[in-house]
C-alpha cells in the first residue's frame, strides 16, 4: 500500500481526494500497488464528509509518519507550504504540488532537495492546469533550441477578454461576471493585472532554459486598461487581443514578459477563447507545437496533480532528473525588445501628420463608430524607440503591442 497526504481541503485538495477514490482502480493498475489516502490536512472542520475520518490539523502527524510516501500540496501560497515541503522531501517524502507561488519562488531549490534526497518534487498542475506541459517540457522537447515558449496562461484573463470582443462589452462589466461565475476572485488582481501569468511564464522558461527566472524581472502588464473600443479596431483588422506571457529569443537575446497582445487570425493562439489555455512552443528543429486545454477548475487541476501522484509512486527511490538550476538566468532590458505597436490618439488638426512626423511611414486605421479619435499601426521598433517617438505626440489614448 503507497500512502498519501493531502495538503489543504481547498477546491483543489477536495478534488484531489475525489479523483484518487473514483478512479482508485485504474490508478491501482497502473501503480501495481493500492493507494490510499491516508491524511489530509486543513485547520478547517467539514462536518459529515467522510474526510473527517483522516482529517488532522496538525502537520507533524504526516511528516513524522513514516508510512506516508507522498505528499499533495495544495493548499497555496508560499507561507506555511514551502516549510511543509522542505521537510517533507529532506524526510525522504515525494512531493506533488499545484502551487505556482511556491514554484516560481523557490523551484530550483527544492529540485535540489529532492534530488539529494533520491525523491521527487513534481509540479504539473502549477502551470496550465489539466494541461501537460511540464513533463513534456522535461522529456520530449530536450533535442531543440526552444525560441519561443508563449501561452495563454490564465483562464480568468482570457475569459473576460472573449467576452469583451464577441459581446462588446467593456472591462468592468465583463470582471463582475467573471467573478459572479466563480472565474474570478473578490480581488482579482492576481489575474487581471497579470502576476498570475508571470509566475507561470517564469517557471516555463526556468524548465526550457535550465536556470532559474525571477518572476520580479519578468515584466509585467495586466489588462485593467484594455476597453471594448481597442476590439472594435482589432475586429477590423481581424485581430484579437490575448494576455501573454512569453519567454522568446531576439537577435541573440532572450525576453520575458506578459503583456496585452493584438494578434491577427493567423497566429497559433488566435482562436483559444473563453477559460481555455494554450501554450506554443517553438524550437529551432521542432518548429511550432501547441498544447491546449482546461488551464483551470478543480478537477483538471486535481486530475494533473493526481497524474503527478502516480509517477512519483512510479519513481519512488529514483529521482527524476529536471534541469532548473538555482543560478539565475539573466534575462535581457525588456526596452530592447522589438515589435510593432497599435496605438489610438486623439484626432485633432494636424493629428496624421504629428504622428508621421516622429513614428514616419505607419497604417492609419480609422472606423466609423469613432470620430474623435483614430488608430495607427507602427513599424517594428524597441520599446525603447517607440517610448521615445510616443512621448513626442500629444493625445495618445492607449496602447497595444502586436504580434
Known amino acids: 500500500m503507497i500512502n498519501v497526504a493531502v495538503l ?24 501495481k500497488e493500492e493507494i490510499n489516502v491516508k491524511y489530509v490536512l486543513d485547520l478547517r472542520e467539514f462536518p459529515g464528509d467522510p ?8 502537520y507533524n502527524d504526516i511528516l513524522n509518519d513514516p508510512e506516508v510516501e507522498i505528499v499533495a500540496e495544495v493548499m497555496g501560497g508560499v507561507n506555511p507550504a514551502y516549510e511543509f515541503v ?23 531549490e527544492l529540485i535540489k532537495i529532492a534530488r539529494e534526497h533520491n525523491r521527487n518534487f513534481f509540479f504539473e498542475a502549477s502551470v496550465g492546469g489539466g494541461i501537460p506541459i511540464i513533463r513534456p517540457l522535461n522529456t520530449s522537447v530536450t533535442a531543440d533550441d526552444v525560441l519561443e515558449i508563449t501561452g495563454i496562461l490564465n483562464g480568468t484573463t482570457n475569459f473576460i477578454l472573449t467576452k469583451m470582443s464577441k459581446e462588446g462589452l467593456g472591462f468592468d462589466e465583463v470582471l463582475k461576471e467573471a467573478q ?33 527566472v525571477n518572476f520580479e524581472d519578468v515584466y509585467t502588464e495586466g489588462i485593467t486598461k484594455i476597453t471594448d473600443k481597442d476590439f472594435v479596431y482589432a475586429n477590423k483588422l481581424n485581430s484579437s487581443i490575448k ?3 512569453s519567454a522568446k529569443k531576439q537577435n541573440g537575446k532572450l525576453f520575458a514578459y506578459v503583456a496585452p497582445m493584438m494578434i491577427t487570425s493567423e497566429h497559433t493562439l488566435y482562436s483559444v477563447n473563453g477559460v481555455f489555455n494554450a501554450i506554443m512552443v517553438k524550437g529551432n528543429v521542432l518548429d511550432d507545437i501547441m498544447f491546449y486545454g482546461s488551464g483551470a477548475g478543480k478537477l483538471p487541476t486535481a486530475s494533473a496533480v493526481v497524474s503527478d501522484v502516480v509517477d ?18 539573466e534575462l535581457s532590458d525588456f526596452d530592447a525588445s522589438e515589435k510593432k ?28 463608430e469613432f470620430n474623435d479619435e483614430f488608430g495607427f499601426i507602427t513599424s517594428v521598433m524597441s520599446e525603447k524607440e517607440f517610448n521615445e517617438k510616443v512621448s513626442k505626440v500629444s493625445g495618445v489614448i492607449t496602447r497595444i503591442r502586436m504580434e
Open 312 to 329: 512519483a509512486i512510479r519513481h519512488l527511490n529514483d529521482n527524476v532528473y529536471t534541469e532548473w538550476e538555482e543560478e539565475k538566468l
Open 8 to 31: 489543504g481541503y481547498g477546491t483543489v485538495g477536495s478534488g484531489v481526494v475525489e479523483v484518487i477514490n473514483t478512479n482508485k482502480d485504474i490508478i491501482n493498475n497502473k501503480i
Open 180 to 212: 459572479d461565475l466563480g472565474y474570478a476572485e473578490k480581488n482579482p488582481s492576481a489575474d487581471v493585472d497579470g502576476f498570475d501569468a508571470c509566475r507561470k511564464i517564469s517557471i516555463l522558461a526556468s524548465l526550457v532554459y535550465g536556470k532559474h
Open 86 to 108: 522542505k521537510s517533507a522531501l529532506e524526510k525522504g517524502k515525494s512531493v506533488c504540488t499545484s502551487n505556482k507561488e511556491l514554484v516560481a519562488k523557490h523551484g530550483p
Open 51 to 58: 474526510v473527517m475520518d483522516i482529517l488532522t490539523h496538525d
Open 243 to 245: 494576455l501573454f506571457g
Open 341 to 368: 505597436f497599435f496605438v489610438r490618439v486623439e484626432n485633432t488638426a494636424g493629428k496624421e501628420d504629428e504622428v508621421k512626423a516622429s513614428f514616419g511611414d505607419v497604417e492609419i486605421v480609422k472606423v466609423d
